[in-house]
Every structure is written in structure tokens, then in C-alpha cells.
């Protein structure tokens, strides 16, 4: 069993930075793929990017978000990072993470087991 906390929502303004964080309970954090995804109002839930297991070697990104945004993992401290940069207001939504083990298409919900609660992000114009 895994627990996801997510913290660093905030309000900022467009062209300002966020970082989330997303730790995680247990001491096999390392085994699992990590991936972060948001949900604006009246939308569905959407991936946004994913790293893998270990050394979290490979990553993948929504188009929307590349170049912009950038996952990382620090295994040691059982925690998943988001650092959002250049926000703009179309990136307002709830953030969750998710990890997951059992393997699958990294960007569908559906491959990941455990999630977090989310952490709302709202950029102003």
C-alpha cells in the first residue's frame, strides 16, 4: 500500500513557477512509475507527465507542457517533483499525483494503483 501526499499549490500569476512535491509512504517508492495529473473545472482528468521506476531515467510530457514543465524523482526522499514553469492560465486545475506498478500505457489512469488527493494550482491573467 502507498500513500501520495501532493503539496505546493498555490495562486500565481502567468509566467510564474510552481514546484509540487508528492510524497510517498512505504520503502519501495523506487519500484514504482510516478506520473502527475490535473483536472480543470468541468473537465476530465488528463495526464500530464510520467517518469519511471529507479532512476527515473525516462519521462513523458502532455504536448502542452513540454518545454514548460519538468518531472523529477528523488528516491531518498520517498518524493516526486513538478517544477511548472512559464504557467499560464490554462493550466489551472487540480493536481494529482500517481504511482503505479503493475505496468500499462503510462499516460491512461488506469495503469496507475494508488493516487493522491490533489493540490489545486490556479494561475491569474
Known amino acids: 500500500q502507498v500513500q501520495l501526499v501532493e503539496s505546493g499549490g498555490g495562486l500565481v500569476q502567468a509566467g510564474g513557477s510552481l514546484r509540487l512535491s508528492c510524497a510517498a509512504s512505504g520503502r519501495t517508492f523506487s519500484r514504482y512509475y510516478m506520473g502527475w495529473f490535473r483536472q480543470a473545472p468541468g473537465k476530465e482528468r488528463e495526464f500530464v507527465a510520467y517518469i519511471s521506476s529507479f532512476s527515473g531515467g525516462n519521462t513523458d510530457y502532455t504536448d502542452s507542457v513540454k518545454g514548460r514543465f519538468t518531472i523529477s524523482r528523488d528516491n531518498a526522499k520517498n518524493t516526486v517533483y513538478l517544477q511548472m514553469n512559464r504557467l499560464k492560465p490554462e493550466d489551472t486545475a487540480v493536481y494529482y499525483c500517481?504511482?503505479?506498478?503493475?505496468?500499462?500505457?503510462?499516460?491512461?489512469?488506469?495503469?496507475?494503483?494508488?493516487w493522491g488527493q490533489g493540490t489545486q494550482v490556479t494561475v491569474s491573467s
Open positions: 500517481a504511482a503505479g506498478i503493475s505496468g500499462g500505457y503510462r499516460r491512461s489512469e488506469r495503469t496507475y494503483d494508488y
